[in-house]
């Protein structure tokens, strides 16, 4: 059975319902699994709980309209300068969105905590309303890229990197996240019937970059999957059965060979599964990509976009210890590389220069 490929499209929150509904609609119409998106953790932190309304939603939205998997991506930043959380860590915000402190008595990362309870509950309750089963039709994600470099990597509002995370290898996650994340992960799990009701939960999405950007030619990705150590690491990592990490194409060649950019792509992404496969905490999960496409950032200038992007797809299809991916939408070589480098998966259907269909290749199982 071909790996199920899912579309990765705009957040569930208030400001972006129309984008993520036209993203559903546009995943059902040309034949995905289903969709990646984020819970919206990041619009939270000005009230006492979490709002799961728009969660909810969109999970009846998406059930409705025919999607096989809906797949939420948690996170750990709510609004550092939100009024509800500032009281929690002395009337102040904290520097870095992504690192926030426990606060008094760990209320901060209980909040955190409480909101992955409430959007997978939420999710859970309307899926189930829907006529769906929860553990086949829904998937949680914790976190995504925190190490340095990554989308959770820890800038400051300034996106620069203050001591200690200056110091830092690109790649590298540091023992205090995984404190963080073993601690809401647990209590998470404890609030969710001991197991996140028997729904998949990939822990944490690593970024995978290749780049030696060190004096010493470091590769990122090796520093990253040697950050993946210590007790808390251990025990954050055996919530789930999965492991997610990005992936993306390099620059095509002059004249296009497609031949040569499914191996090229395949041999990035053997690279990864065995480097992780190196790790003994990485071992004996599922893999799963949780992005992939063109890397604009190496090739900004590319007259072969949907070409690359249908031949990825199909590769994906096949492709040998990979269990599931979602293609990230990055393929307007004019506004890409803006929203590619910050994590925003804007809808291609709108924003791509060329809004040519997917070649009619079928991703779903």
């Known amino acids: 059975m071909p790996n199920p490929i899912l579309?990765?499209?705009?957040?569930?929150?208030?400001?972006?319902?129309?984008?993520?509904?036209a993203g559903i609609d546009l995943a059902v119409a040309r034949g995905f699994a289903g969709v990646r998106i984020s819970a919206g953790m990041d619009a939270n932190g000005d009230q006492s709980t979490v709002n799961t309304f728009h969660v909810s939603t969109i999970v009846a939205y998406g059930a409705a309209a025919g999607l096989t998997k809906m797949s939420f991506l948690l996170n750990?930043?709510?609004?550092?300068?939100?009024?509800?959380?500032?009281?929690?860590?002395?009337?102040?915000?904290?520097?870095?969105?992504s690192r926030p402190p426990a606060g008094t008595g760990n209320a901060i990362w209980n909040y955190i905590a409480d909101g992955w309870i409430a959007f997978i509950t939420a999710a859970r309750t309307a899926a189930i309303s829907a006529g769906k089963t929860p553990s086949t039709f829904l998937e949680f994600e914790g976190f995504n890229e925190p190490g340095k470099g990554g989308n959770q990597a820890p800038t400051d509002n300034n996106d620069a990197y203050t001591a200690?995370?200056?110091?830092?290898?690109?790649?590298y996650i540091e023992p205090a996240f995984w404190t963080m994340a073993a601690y809401i992960g647990a209590r998470a799990q404890t609030g969710t019937a001991g197991n996140f009701y028997g729904i998949p939960f990939i822990p944490?999405?690593?970024?995978?970059?290749?780049?030696?950007?060190?004096?010493?030619?470091?590769?990122?990705?090796?520093?990253?999957?040697?950050?993946?150590?210590?007790?808390?690491?251990?025990?954050?990592?055996?919530l789930g059965t999965k492991v997610g990490f990005n992936r993306y194409a390099n620059g095509p060649t002059t004249p296009y060979n497609a031949?040569?950019?499914?191996?090229?792509?395949?041999?990035?992404?053997?690279?990864?599964?065995?480097?992780?496969?190196?790790n003994a905490i990485l071992t004996g999960k599922a893999y799963v990509i949780r992005e992939f496409g063109l890397d604009v950032l190496l090739s900004p200038s590319c007259t072969h976009c949907n070409t690359v992007r249908d031949d990825l797809l199909e590769q994906l299809k096949g492709e040998a210890n990979i269990a599931e991916a979602?293609?990230?939408?990055?393929?307007?070589?004019?506004?890409?590389?803006?929203?590619?480098?910050?994590?925003?998966?804007?809808?291609?259907?709108?924003?791509?220069?060329?809004?040519?269909?997917?070649?009619?290749i079928a991703v779903a199982p």
């Open 204 to 238: 944490i999405t690593l970024e995978a970059d290749e780049s030696p950007r060190v004096s010493s030619g470091t590769i990122d990705a090796q520093v990253e999957v040697d950050s993946f150590a210590g007790a808390n690491c251990v025990s954050y990592m055996a």
């Open 164 to 171: 200690p995370y200056d110091t830092y290898n690109y790649g």
């Open 7 to 21: 579309l990765n499209i705009k957040s569930a929150t208030s400001s972006n319902m129309g984008h993520a509904q």
């Open 76 to 97: 750990g930043n709510p609004k550092r300068e939100g009024a509800y959380l500032k009281p929690f860590n002395g009337e102040a915000g904290w520097a870095v969105q």
């Open 259 to 278: 031949a040569m950019t499914k191996a090229a792509y395949s041999t990035k992404v053997q690279q990864q599964v065995t480097r992780m496969g190196l």
């Open 326 to 360: 979602g293609f990230f939408c990055a393929f307007d070589v004019a506004l890409v590389h803006d929203y590619l480098h910050s994590g925003e998966a804007k809808m291609f259907a709108y924003e791509r220069a060329d809004s040519s269909p997917l070649g009619g």
